[in-house]
């Protein structure tokens, strides 16, 4: 009966052996399983948080380029009342009945209101200067035909303007995605 029992205990010793290893087996594969579930997860997570600061940097350069726009578009605005000022300049100088007192009067107004209204880094003072000393040969049939330089550098002016803007939109955006990114 030894020999059974010793037997039966070494079948009981070799199925419990059997079964730890299989238990380990098991137990290591699940750990597998769970490592490989955390890394799928903190990818998805990663893959999540990525999105959600892409979405974030969009906004912020959305709202950003709003409001350099609307800058950008009262700047143009101001522009466009310092045309309608240059023509009125260059109209008393095509005309013979208007006097040239009231010629200078406007010019000196339009080279102050230079210094007190910004227009980003333009030096329009220069440029209206030169307006003024050049500009005054060409006079056309009508007063949108008089000057031919101011036209040229209306244009300049708005390319300036609008130059500003995107270099501002950059700036401010650099700025504030480096704000963003401390912040995580």
Same mark, same amino acid.
């Given at each position: 009966?030894?020999?059974?029992?010793? +037997?039966?205990?070494?079948?009981? =010793?070799? /199925? $419990?052996?059997? %079964?730890?290893?299989? /238990?380990?087996?098991?137990? #290591?594969? %699940?750990?597998?399983?769970?490592?490989?579930?955390?890394?799928?997860?903190?990818?998805?997570?990663?893959?999540? *948080?990525?999105?959600?600061?892409?979405?974030?940097?969009?906004? @912020?350069?959305?709202? $950003? *380029?709003?409001? =350099?726009?609307?800058?950008? %578009?009262?700047?143009?605005?101001?522009?466009?009342?310092?045309? +309608?000022?240059? +023509?009125?300049?260059? !109209?008393?100088?095509?005309?013979?009945?208007?006097?040239?007192? !009231?010629?200078?009067?406007?010019?000196?107004?339009?080279? +102050?209101?230079?210094? *007190?209204?910004? &227009?980003?880094? #333009?030096?329009?003072?220069?440029?209206?200067? %030169? #307006? &003024?000393?050049? !500009?005054?040969?060409?006079?056309?049939?009508?007063?949108?035909?008089? @000057?031919?330089?101011?036209?040229?550098?209306?244009?300049?002016? *708005?390319?300036?303007?609008?130059? &500003?803007?995107?270099?501002?939109?950059?700036?401010?955006?650099?700025?504030?995605?480096?704000?963003? @990114?401390?912040?995580?």
């Amino acid at each position: 009966m030894s020999f059974v029992k010793s +037997r039966s205990e070494k079948e009981k =010793e070799a /199925l $419990i052996e059997e %079964h730890l290893t299989q /238990l380990t087996c098991l137990k #290591i594969n %699940h750990e597998k399983e769970i490592r490989m579930m955390c890394e799928k997860h903190e990818k998805e997570q990663l893959h999540a *948080s990525k999105e959600e600061a892409s979405k974030s940097l969009l906004k @912020g350069l959305e709202e $950003i *380029s709003k409001e =350099e726009e609307i800058c950008a %578009h009262n700047t143009l605005w101001k522009l466009a009342s310092f045309e +309608r000022g240059i +023509r009125n300049v260059l !109209d008393i100088y095509c005309s013979p009945f208007k006097s040239k007192e !009231d010629r200078m009067k406007h010019e000196k107004e339009l080279l +102050r209101n230079t210094f *007190s209204q910004r &227009f980003g880094n #333009i030096n329009m003072y220069n440029d209206l200067e %030169h #307006i &003024f000393k050049y !500009d005054q040969k060409h006079c056309g049939k009508t007063k949108e035909e008089n @000057g031919q330089l101011y036209q040229v550098y209306m244009k300049y002016w *708005s390319s300036q303007i609008e130059l &500003f803007k995107y270099k501002n939109i950059l700036h401010r955006f650099q700025t504030w995605s480096n704000i963003q @990114g401390g912040q995580k």
